[in-house]
């Protein structure tokens, strides 16, 4: 067992409070989010749990800059995202936020190593892309394009793509959901590999509590709100995962 540190973090990366997320279908409205209050601290693992429509990726994109609340307020640090432009949230985005999507991204014409280096030549201080292949467990197949490489191995380029430029954080939405549990657990492994080695804050949304048990805190959401919040008493590693 991984033993989880309890105690928390030294520094608040994300503070967000009473976020609200509305959107307007037609003459209907929507409530994403309900006046959630979140505290994300450093290098925790966090594992955001709850089923389709609860709130879990409209949280992801608000703290990760690629949406903004419409009510409420979020700051990165000393950082408040909620007022900043959009030249800022770029800037933002490519300096201190890793993501990591369902679906893969990649570029097929370039290898494993070219689709890496397109994110490490605008990143302030990137790692090489042989690097970030390496803590995947990919060194092998840098030189091949996506459609050589699995399901499984295209994610953990996408990994590697999204940590080469050593951010702060890294937000992934259903990282594993169109892979099967065996390729999905190597791809978790990827992930804890980069949470422990790097101390990179990761936040992961899933709907499978089984992954809830790698992880430092697990936060349950529902219609549009935290519904629960606990710390694991001992991680499990992701190899000792099964669903």
């Known amino acids: 067992m991984i033993q989880a540190d309890t105690t928390l ?29 979140l505290d994300l601290y450093t290098g925790e693992f966090v594992v955001l749990l709850g089923p389709s429509g609860s709130g879990k990726s409209t949280l992801l994109n608000i703290l990760g800059g690629l949406d903004t609340s419409t009510d409420g307020h979020v700051f990165y640090g000393d950082r408040n995202l909620t007022h900043a432009s959009e030249s800022e949230l770029t800037k933002y985005r490519r300096y201190h936020v890793g993501f990591v999507f369902q679906f893969y991204n990649l570029i097929p ?24 292949l ?6 092998e ?34 990282p594993t959901g ?23 804050t990761t936040t992961v949304i899933t709907h499978n509590a089984s992954i809830a048990q790698m992880a430092d805190r697990v936060i349950h959401l529902a219609d549009g709100r935290i519904s629960r919040v606990y710390v694991n008493a001992t991680r499990l590693p992701a190899n000792q995962l099964s669903w």
């Open 9 to 37: 973090k030294n520094r608040t990366v994300f503070h967000a409070e009473g976020l609200t997320k509305t959107y307007q279908m037609g003459e209907v409205q929507v409530h994403a989010l309900r006046g959630v209050n």
């Open 109 to 132: 014409s370039l290898t494993a190593r070219e689709n890496i280096a397109v994110v490490t030549e605008i990143a302030e201080n990137p790692m090489q892309p042989e690097e970030a």
């Open 134 to 139: 390496q803590l995947v467990g990919l060194e």
């Open 141 to 174: 197949r840098m030189d091949h394009f996506p459609a050589q490489l699995s399901g499984g191995e295209q994610q953990r380029v996408a990994i590697a793509r999204a940590i080469a430029k050593n951010p702060d954080v890294l937000l992934c939405d259903e």
């Open 178 to 200: 169109a892979l099967d549990s065996q390729t999905g657990i190597v791809v978790l492994e990827a992930l804890q590999r980069v949470n422990q080695q790097l101390g990179t």
